[in-house]
């Protein structure tokens, strides 16, 4: 039967695009629900602000009149300045088991590519490294998290059929929390403090932070920007992600790191796992979807990672040992057993290295593909 694609042009169209892993993974235990508004504010072009230095299309393939598959295709002009590159990005690729329609998606984003005079094409990645990035290819039978990407078995061989082969891979580990934390990361932690004239923020309620927030995403910004696929944050994407996030995030599985001077200095970013409670209300937090949500914030035995950022002048100094050492006497209060890492980078030694001190399993890798593009 023949495939057709069809670009997105709609926001009906954008909408049945967001919706169709909703039904592609209907019953996976192991898929966690995006949160449909946010996949939606994401994808709009009047609603991020990506969209000032990225340009994207949409497509969706449809096979007997049935959606089977769908894939975007992202320029992102300030990516290719920073790096000097000429490269397109795919991402938010999802399909059924079938190479005919991957290979017509993935084609799809080629042919785009090439008109817009890109040699080089990887993903999946998103707008900006905030976004879910890597094509799971070990870990199927782990629970995912909120922010990550899951896929079925097959998604890795379709991609490499298709000619794409590894450009980075990143890991993830599963850590187990014990009653008391490890001595040498109290020491280590204790004697940067001292040593670096450091102190930890103190504030019982999320709008203490607001003064800090956006200070907290210029530290990400200098912290990553010679990471893999990192593009730094706009002025207006911070103002968008401090109101997305700071209104539900929980001030104590946020420690930071400031200097003598008040200024942030690093800080990490935690919170109790949302999966169990995405999966309950499939990524609808109206009309009852956020009960679920509000109880996973209160009781649970397992949490997620997220960000964690030092300031490249304080790095090497032990500022990592602090934050480690915030989160862990945060977890230990509220009785967490499991700490999902979420995705680092293979090649990023310092921060694989910091989970040496704990029992850490290393459960989930993923990868970012690419494909050279020729004139054909």
Same mark, same amino acid.
């Given at each position: 039967?023949?495939?057709?694609?069809?670009?997105? !042009?709609?926001?009906?169209?954008?909408k049945?695009?967001?919706?169709?892993?909703?039904s592609?993974?209907?019953?996976?235990? @192991?898929?966690?629900?995006?949160?449909?508004?946010?996949?939606?504010?994401?994808? %709009?072009?009047?609603?991020?602000?990506?969209?000032?230095?990225c340009?994207?299309?949409?497509? $969706? /393939?449809?096979?007997? !009149?049935?959606?089977?598959g %769908?894939?975007? !295709?992202?320029?992102?002009?300030k @990516?290719?300045?920073?790096?000097?590159?000429q490269?397109?990005?795919?991402g938010w690729?999802?399909?059924?088991?079938?190479?005919?329609?991957s290979?017509?998606?993935?084609?799809?984003v080629?042919q785009?590519?090439?008109?817009?005079?890109?040699?080089?094409?990887?993903?999946?990645?998103?707008?900006?490294? =905030?976004?879910?990035?890597?094509?799971?290819?070990n870990?199927?039978?782990?629970v995912?998290?909120?922010?990550?990407?899951?896929?079925?078995?097959?998604?890795p061989?379709?991609?490499?059929? &298709?000619?794409?082969?590894?450009?980075?891979?990143?890991?993830e580990?599963?850590?187990?929390?014990?009653? /008391?934390?490890?001595?040498?990361?109290?020491?280590?932690?204790?004697?940067?403090l001292?040593?670096?004239n450091l102190?930890?923020?103190?504030?019982d309620?999320?709008?203490e932070? $607001?003064p @800090?927030?956006?200070d907290i995403f +210029?530290v $990400?910004?200098? &912290?990553?920007?010679?990471? @893999?696929?990192f593009?730094?944050?706009?002025? *207006?994407?911070?103002?968008?992600?401090?109101k997305?996030y700071?209104?539900f995030?929980?001030?104590?599985?946020?420690?930071?790191v400031?200097?003598?001077h008040?200024?942030?200095?690093?800080?990490?970013?935690? =919170?109790?796992?949302?999966?169990n409670?995405?999966?309950?209300?499939?990524?609808?937090?109206?009309?009852? !979807?956020?009960?679920?949500?509000l %109880?996973a914030?209160k009781?649970?035995?397992?949490?997620?990672?997220?960000?964690? /950022?030092v300031?490249p002048?304080?790095?090497? *100094?032990?500022?990592?040992?602090?934050?480690? +050492?915030?989160?862990? *006497?945060?977890?230990?209060?509220?009785?967490?057993?499991k700490?999902?890492?979420?995705?680092?980078l293979?090649?990023?030694?310092?921060?694989? &290295?910091?989970?040496?001190?704990?029992? /850490?399993?290393?459960?989930?890798r993923?990868?970012?593909?690419?494909?050279?593009?020729t004139?054909n």
């Open positions: 039967m023949e495939i057709e694609l069809k670009e997105v !042009g709609t926001l009906r169209e954008l049945q695009f967001v919706a169709f892993q909703y592609l993974y209907r019953g996976n235990e @192991y898929w966690v629900p995006p949160i449909r508004t946010d996949e939606l504010q994401t994808l %709009r072009k009047d609603r991020n602000p990506a969209f000032d230095f340009e994207a299309k949409y497509w $969706l /393939a449809y096979k007997g !009149g049935t959606i089977v %769908r894939i975007a !295709g992202i320029l992102n002009r @990516y290719n300045e920073r790096w000097n590159r490269a397109a990005r795919f690729v999802d399909f059924i088991d079938d190479a005919e329609v290979s017509a998606l993935l084609r799809a080629e785009w590519a090439r008109i817009n005079g890109m040699n080089v094409i990887h993903g999946p990645l998103g707008f900006t490294d =905030m976004d879910s990035e890597g094509t799971l290819v870990g199927f039978e782990e995912s998290t909120l922010g990550a990407i899951y896929n079925y078995p097959y998604y061989a379709h991609i490499e059929h &298709a000619g794409y082969s590894k450009d980075v891979d990143w890991i580990y599963e850590v187990t929390m014990h009653p /008391a934390i490890p001595e040498k990361v109290e020491r280590i932690a204790g004697i940067a001292e040593r670096n102190t930890i923020l103190k504030v309620k999320t709008k932070m $607001l @800090y927030a956006k +210029h $990400l910004n200098e &912290a990553y920007k010679d990471l @893999y696929g593009v730094e944050l706009s002025d *207006k994407q911070i103002d968008m992600y401090v997305q700071f209104s995030i929980i001030p104590e599985y946020l420690p930071v400031l200097d003598s008040n200024n942030v200095v690093a800080f990490g970013i935690a =919170m109790p796992s949302l999966s409670a995405l999966q309950k209300c499939n990524g609808r937090l109206f009309p009852f !979807g956020f009960i679920h949500v %109880r914030m009781r649970n035995r397992k949490a997620d990672l997220y960000l964690t /950022a300031r002048d304080m790095q090497n *100094k032990g500022v990592n040992a602090i934050l480690i +050492h915030e989160m862990n *006497k945060v977890f230990i209060k509220n009785h967490i057993e700490v999902e890492t979420n995705r680092e293979e090649a990023n030694a310092k921060v694989r &290295a910091q989970w040496k001190f704990y029992e /850490a399993r290393q459960h989930k993923r990868r970012c593909y690419k494909k050279e593009l004139d």
